[in-house]
């Protein structure tokens, strides 16, 4: 699985888009801004995207979903917390399958209660829940206290099980 990460817009966003490459079968991953660069990305690969993932539902990961609907023909995937529109709906420990690849999803709520991780192939697609180097912010409307007592990624372990946990 080869992963494309093209930062976008003007607050650090980063949109994906994760290639089976035996079959050019791709899964693009929080589409919000600079939609034309994606739509080049997707051309210059021949990548054929079958789904739209959104790892939460804020704005900054979402905003794009319909240009790219409407372009692509793919479907919407996203947890089953998220109150925006989709097509399927995901929960912890389902698997996406596109081509000959796939990506286990882990709902991981704390940033937002629909919040997930897509692990897959030595892979982690985090969204807003790990910033690099740090955590996601638990600060927001539906974030917070009884994710420190529940989230199994909040509970206290060491580095080495911590990515082990998460597939590593
Ligand atoms: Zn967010």
């Known amino acids: 699985m080869k992963v494309h990460q093209l ?13 089976d490459e035996k079959t050019g079968e791709a899964v693009l991953v929080d589409p919000s801004w600079d939609l034309d660069a994606v739509e080049q990305l997707i051309t210059r690969n021949n990548l054929k995207i079958k789904y739209i993932v959104n790892t939460h539902h804020h704005f900054d990961h979402t905003i794009g979903n319909e240009a790219m609907t ?11 917390a ?20 796939e990506v286990v999803v ?4 704390g940033h937002s209660k629909d919040s997930i991780c897509l692990v897959g192939d030595g892979k982690i697609l985090t969204g807003d829940t790990l910033f690099v180097g740090n955590c996601g912010r638990v600060d927001l409307p539906d974030g917070l206290g009884h994710e420190k007592e529940t989230n199994f990624v909040m509970q206290p372990r060491t580095e080495e099980a911590f990515v082990e946990l998460l597939g590593g």
């Open 70 to 80: 409407n372009t692509t023909g793919a479907k919407i995937i996203q947890h089953e």
């Open 7 to 19: 930062q976008v817009g003007n607050m650090q966003n980063f949109t994906y888009i994760l290639e």
């Open 106 to 109: 882990f709902h991981t709520p």
């Open 82 to 101: 998220s109150t925006l529109k989709h097509d399927i709906i995901v929960k912890d420990g389902d698997k996406i399958r596109f081509g000959e690849s």
